[in-house]
């Protein structure tokens, strides 16, 4: 059976044939190398159900019937600051050793590529291929090879002059790697991400997550990527993994179970930053102002949410069946046209020559648009007569040479527009920037705008537009699908 059984989100454990089940509760001690260990959550293998030892260590577990198809018939402990134990579940007492993760983390370690290959049995695709086809898709899987991102890093290996960090601030250029290919290693330090070979190509990666014991949010924002995570990577030889279940056993290696995984947090390091003096990345802290955290929500839920299609993470190397409500997807979409549908709404409302129109951040945990600086939205209201002409605005607001091909057109930029000498907008967030405008929707917060047209319309179509990148920077390096439509709407005279 592979090694590789550790590296989805959720883990993967052996199973035992036996038929034995148990009739009445089972009694035990949790220990490690010193002796009792108090405070210890113990419970059956693929079920959430757990008690915790007492001071003495020891537990009483009730009998529960294993999750639907799985004949695993083990019982774990976890506690942090310790890899999962587990023993086969007997009807004499047992006891659950505990043995405590390693101090240091080891710099020298061998990061695990996360493709297919049958000649490296370690490969996480080789038992994980539902999980690695949804990553695979992501924007993680990307984050080193992106041509749209290279291009912003070196302008197309220097065609284009300005929107090129690597030309415009050459010092700075290495910051892009710490979150970008955080597994890369340059012996000269200077981190050119285009320079990045083997596993580091893969991006934010399996093996790379799974090694992330904490993410401390003392220094949030100043430290970014793997500079602002505590990685615990194990000696040479040896295998440990990180993730959120507490239940994850197989023989050969260890895991430990880190509550993080399951928290906002996990993101920040990546997805908060002030760089170059800008606070460029602001998801974390928008999340933490937002009415989702309030309501106990966390990034995972929307971001990885379960297709509920997926019951076992290793089917038929050695998985365990499981709640398909409790396996997360590894897509992790942002800006996808289905979410940017989902999330964003127009209400809008016609009476004579007036239209007012609602748009609304709905059901989600920070600013829209969110994470690179530049993604912004365009709303663009287009009044018709009776013959099809569009009708001049009288009032209300138009739209910013910034939207490109709408400027002037009745509308709203949503955009965190930086500004520098001369007042000279767009601008890369890596140039001296003297200004921050942020126009950007709130979260569960109308924007209400209000226009009156020349005449009455016949008709008004409300489009809202959503661009990654600003429509100067997408047209000089030919990128034709930088619009997308996130919703419309159309309202008639009554």
Request: aromatic residues 8%.
């Amino acid at each position: 059976m592979s090694t590789a059984h550790r590296i989805g989100i959720f883990f993967v454990a052996f199973s035992s044939a036996s038929a034995w089940q148990p009739t009445a509760n089972i009694n035990g001690i949790v220990v490690d190398a010193k002796g009792p260990v108090a405070g210890a959550r113990v419970g059956w293998q693929g079920q959430s159900e757990r008690v915790v030892a007492d001071e003495q260590g020891r537990f009483r577990l009730p009998p529960v019937a294993s999750a639907p198809g799985s004949t695993a018939k083990r019982i774990v402990a976890t506690k942090a600051g310790y890899r999962i134990a587990s023993t086969q579940a007997s009807d004499k007492p047992i006891t659950l050793r505990l043995e405590l993760l390693p101090k240091n983390d080891n710099a020298d370690y061998e990061w695990i590529d996360p493709h297919t290959d049958p000649k490296k049995p370690n490969n996480c695709a080789n038992c994980h291929a539902e999980i690695h086809r949804e990553w695979q898709h992501s924007a993680h899987a990307k984050s080193a090879t992106n041509p749209k991102f290279l291009s912003l890093f070196d302008g197309d290996n220097g065609k284009h002059r300005t929107w090129n960090a690597k030309a415009e601030h050459p010092d700075g250029s290495a910051v892009c790697a710490t979150c970008h290919a955080p597994t890369m290693s340059s012996p000269k330090l200077d981190y050119d991400i285009r320079k990045a070979q083997g596993v580091a190509k893969s991006g934010v990666h399996c093996d790379y997550c799974h090694k992330v014991a904490d993410v401390p949010t003392d220094k949030l924002g100043l430290r970014f990527g793997r500079d602002g995570m505590f990685l615990l990577r194990p000696a040479k030889g040896e295998l440990l993994t990180f993730g959120p279940l507490d239940d994850a056993v197989r023989p050969g290696e260890s895991f430990a179970h880190a509550p993080v995984y399951r928290e906002s947090r996990y993101c920040a390091s990546c997805h908060e930053g002030v760089v170059f003096g800008v606070h460029a990345y602001a998801t974390y802290s928008e999340w933490l102002e937002s009415p989702a955290k309030k309501a106990g929500k966390q990034c995972q839920d929307c971001h990885m949410t379960p297709t509920g299609k997926m019951t076992n993470i290793a089917r038929g190397k050695g998985g365990i069946a499981r709640d398909p409500r409790s396996l997360a997807s590894h897509h992790t979409p942002g800006g996808d046209a289905d979410m940017l549908k989902k999330s964003l709404k127009l209400k809008p409302s016609l009476t004579g020559r007036q239209v007012i129109v609602d748009v609304v951040a709905d059901n989600v945990g920070h600013r829209v648009p969110t994470g690179f600086v530049d993604r912004h939205l365009i709303l663009v209201v287009l009044a018709i007569d009776a013959k099809g002409a569009a009708i001049g605005l009288v009032e209300g607001p138009r739209l910013p040479a910034s939207a490109g091909k709408w400027k002037g057109m009745p509308g709203v930029l949503y955009a965190k527009q930086l500004i520098g000498d001369k007042k000279r907008t767009p601008l890369a967030f890596w140039m001296p920037v003297f200004e921050t405008v942020d126009t950007r929707l709130y979260p569960d917060r109308p924007d209400r705008q209000t226009l009156v047209f020349k005449n009455e319309p016949s008709h008004v179509t409300i489009q809202l537009w959503y661009r990654r990148f600003w429509q100067d920077v997408a047209d000089a390096r030919g990128w034709r699908d930088n619009d997308v439509l996130a919703t419309e709407s159309t309202i008639k005279k009554q």
